[in-house]
Each structure stands twice: as structure tokens, then as C-alpha cells.
């Protein structure tokens, strides 16, 4: 039998902070995980499968993995927006005139994502 992903677990300086964030983004609540502790608190995005977890040490570099949004509801650049008004950055914006390409984006503690193009713009 194999394994399947139960959660991506992103390191953070403030679990409950960064959760917070993605919450909005992703439109899913914040449930606090079982085994939260005050030495590695954790904050669970349960229907992203987002696992947070406080750690002492900054981000360095550049994300070896990052998240790809598509848009549901709206454009593509309607969710850039939406997202940058809720604490994101823009970092690289691959959008060309002709309507193709993706904006990178970073979280509050800076790490990266895409946000591609809506399956109505595809």
C-alpha cells in the first residue's frame, strides 16, 4: 500500500499569523492542531491541507516548493489584487498583454506562490 499527503507544512515565525492569511486567500477556516504545543505552535488550514508551524529561524533563500492558485470566481488579476490588499508582495510578474502568464507573489513571512490564470481565461 503507498502513502498519500496528509499536509504541506510550511515553516513560519508566527503560525497562527501566517494561517491567518492563507485563510483568507484560500477561503478556508483555521483549526488549531492536536498536538499544538507552546513550543511549536501549529495552526491547520483542514480543506488545503496547509500545516503551519512556528520554528526559530528566518526563511533564507528561495522556496524549493511553492503553491500554484488558480482563481475560481474571478480573473486572474482580480485575485492578485484581492491577495495584495490581504498582506501579500508582488516579487516577479510573468503576466504578458496577450493575457498568458502568472503573477509570483510572497506571503507575509515571504514565501512564494503563483496565481495563474482562471480556467474561464484558459
Not at 504545543?37 to 495552526?43: G, H, T, V
Not at 500545516?51 to 474571478?74: A, C, I, M, S, Y
Request: negative net charge; contains cysteine.
Amino acid at each position: 500500500m503507498s502513502s498519500v499527503v496528509r499536509h504541506v507544512t510550511i515553516d513560519c515565525r508566527d503560525a497562527f499569523a501566517l494561517a491567518t492569511f492563507w485563510s483568507a486567500v484560500l477561503g478556508h477556516p483555521v483549526e488549531a492542531e492536536e498536538d499544538d504545543s507552546p513550543e511549536a505552535p501549529m495552526a491547520l488550514i483542514e480543506g488545503a491541507g496547509l500545516l503551519f508551524v512556528t520554528v526559530p529561524e528566518e526563511k533564507h533563500g528561495k522556496n524549493r516548493l511553492h503553491l500554484d492558485l488558480q482563481p475560481q470566481d474571478r480573473s486572474r488579476d482580480e485575485e492578485v489584487e484581492r491577495i495584495l490588499a490581504l498582506g501579500a508582495t508582488l516579487v516577479f510578474d510573468q503576466r504578458r498583454p496577450d493575457g498568458t502568464g502568472w503573477a509570483v507573489l510572497a506571503d507575509p513571512e515571504g514565501n512564494e506562490f503563483c496565481v495563474e490564470r482562471s480556467a474561464a481565461e484558459r
